[in-house]
């Protein structure tokens, strides 16, 4: 949409409606992590700046037991008024369902082995997972220079705050993003990717854990630092699984 005014405005989502016939269904404003992959979910108060456009996806939720594929979508523009009437106008746009959703398919990779693919539509990537270890704590050591011969060493710590329940799955990669990918509007470094897409999957015994991916944010290309349960260490089996929409990526660590 465009802002046509002169001066910013902030996005409102109560000027969208989605109508089936007599039946109206309006805007939500969660389930947005679902959509990631499609772009970026506009929330309400987002600024507009004046005489640009903003590109990005509304949310509705409708019935699974609804069959109608054929919409309607109003945005409302103004309204006159005048004795004893009231006007209320409306953009129309013929809106038509499309199922997004298949049914999965697992694809195993290999460490060091390089997944590629477009997930769906115009969403390519294209990475691999290099190594994997278990660890409580993980040190980085790095220069700051005030003058070119005034510099210190400095080390940064990365680990969980709760040692005695967590620990750390750390994770060494090779990809980037793709930044003409739909999901870049709304993922912008590869920490957010693996929060987004990452689960890490285990055995311990006879159970079968399933921890989403919780990332140290850290700034350190090529390694993401997964919070799990410390139930991890006692593990006979690990994977590291991506869940993109109609296709889970398996990488196989123990």
Not at 236 to 241: A, H, K, P
């Amino acid at each position: 949409m465009k802002n046509m005014t002169k001066k910013a405005i902030a996005f409102d989502n109560s000027i969208f409606s989605l109508r089936a016939g007599r039946l109206v269904y309006r805007p939500i404003g969660y389930f947005q992590n679902t959509f990631k992959d499609l772009g970026y979910f506009l929330e309400n108060g987002t600024d507009i700046p004046n005489d640009e456009f903003l590109t990005g996806i509304v949310i509705f939720e409708i019935p699974s037991s609804m069959n109608v594929q054929n919409f309607n979508l109003f945005i409302f523009k103004d309204y006159n008024s005048g004795e004893d009437e009231f006007f209320v106008n409306y953009e129309k746009f013929a809106a038509r369902g499309l199922t997004l959703d298949e049914e999965s398919k697992t694809v195993k990779v290999d460490l060091k082995n390089t997944f590629t693919q477009d997930i769906y539509k115009k969403n390519r990537v294209s990475f691999s997972i290099d190594n994997a270890y278990i660890s409580d704590a993980y040190s980085e050591k790095y220069v700051i220079c005030k003058t070119e011969k005034e510099c210190d060493t400095k080390t940064k710590l990365i680990k969980p705050e709760n040692l005695a329940n967590t620990t750390m799955l750390v994770i060494e990669y090779t990809g980037a993003l793709d930044s003409e990918a739909n999901y870049y509007k709304s993922i912008k470094n590869m920490d957010d990717f693996f929060n987004t897409f990452a689960s890490v999957e285990y055995i311990v015994g006879l159970e079968t854990y399933t921890n989403k991916a919780s990332i140290l944010y850290s700034d350190l290309n090529g390694k993401a630092f997964m919070v799990v349960d410390r139930k991890i260490m006692k593990a006979s089996n690990i994977d590291v699984v991506f869940n993109f929409r109609n296709t889970n990526v398996s990488f196989k660590i123990k």
